[in-house]
């Protein structure tokens, strides 16, 4: 193999063989199954010299297409996010993680439909803010480790089903996501990357679920990210799902949100600044302390609990294979 000509002094010949892979004869497009093989090849080619950078970059550019490319199969996509996320993923590199801007204004919150605490719908105002379109990836908190030595990896950190960098960090708990954002806040201060008076936390419920489920154009609310009819290759959901678990982000294009977000529904459960309490004018009224309320379902949910009003809730020591949170940078929450 490729790893066998780099070994014996002749890696100009294994990396001819993936500029091949990739530039096929006659000008045509190379396949998917050729990306996949180029990629697999560089990832053997362990010892990436200067002369491997520009195919890597090419690789991953291609591969960054698969996963956006709504022709392809769900298990496809996959594929193509794993590989990129080993080869290093190039949406996951940057200080500022890809945002979206959610402008200030109404939005409904709630429906008349479902469990008796998402009732009732209700018009509710929200300032600007900016949202992650991804969860935190496993790449992101592995800076977020690295700068800090006494933080502990979350339980399932070392396991591969669920560890491939470009895939949502996992087994986290409330405690854990709020120290992320914390030191993120710092870092992006530091570097003169955060406006004046915002900092790094996690989004309110109706943050994310106005992130999630409102269309601004049409001043409608959708059930789904997607819209209101449901689709199970649109979600990482117990349903349709192939033989991974948690999935790279952003492999489910058709599931995105009126504002892009990734992953609203299905992949990962998602901690939010909340705690679990009842809406105004709701016929039952609580509150529960210590307990913060999660969205958006996961890999392990039925697609009966996955759509944008669905809420549920842990203790904020918890932690589960199938848990994790997105940030939004905006202006610091009012103490409790």
Excluded at 64 to 81: F, Q
Excluded at 93 to 99: E, K, L, N
Aim: charged content about 20%; some cysteine; overall charge neutral.
């Amino acid at each position: 193999g490729v790893r066998e000509l780099e070994l014996r002094g002749i890696p100009h010949i294994a990396r001819l063989f993936v500029r091949l892979l990739l530039h096929p004869p006659a000008g045509t497009i190379p396949s998917t199954s050729e990306i996949f093989f180029a990629a697999t090849c560089l990832l053997e080619m362990r010892e990436l010299p200067w002369a491997n950078r520009s195919l890597r970059g090419e690789v991953r550019e291609r591969l960054v297409a698969c996963i956006t490319n709504p022709e392809l199969s769900v298990a496809e996509r996959i594929e193509a996010g794993l590989l990129l996320g080993k080869l290093g993923d190039p949406r996951l590199a940057h200080a500022v993680p890809h945002m979206a801007t959610i402008p200030g204004g109404e939005f409904i919150l709630g429906t008349a439909e479902g469990y008796d605490d998402e009732r009732p719908a209700q018009t509710f105002v929200l300032p600007l803010f900016t949202i992650g379109i991804y969860p935190v990836t496993n790449a992101e908190y592995a800076r977020f480790l690295a700068a800090m030595p006494l933080q502990a990896p979350p339980r399932h950190w070392y396991d591969p089903r669920y560890n491939n960098p470009a895939c949502p960090v996992v087994s986290i708990s409330w405690h854990d996501a709020v120290a992320y954002c914390r030191w993120l806040t710092v870092r992006l201060r530091a570097d003169g990357l955060l406006p004046a008076g915002q900092i790094v936390r996690l989004p309110t419920e109706e943050e994310w679920e106005k992130a999630a489920s409102w269309d601004a154009q049409q001043q409608i609310k959708r059930k789904f990210p997607w819209g209101d009819e449901w689709g199970a290759s649109y979600a990482n959901t117990a349903e349709a799902r192939g033989n991974w678990t948690s999935s790279p982000v952003g492999c489910y294009p058709h599931g995105a949100s009126p504002y892009g977000l990734q992953d609203c529904v299905g992949n990962v459960w998602e901690w939010t600044a909340s705690e679990y309490a009842s809406y105004p004018g709701a016929q039952r009224s609580f509150r529960e302390q210590g307990v913060y309320t999660l969205r958006g379902s996961s890999h392990a949910t039925n697609p009966t609990h996955a759509r944008c009003t669905y809420r549920s809730r842990l203790p904020a020591t918890s932690w589960r294979n199938h848990l994790g949170f997105r940030i939004v940078i905006g202006a610091p929450l009012p103490e409790h």
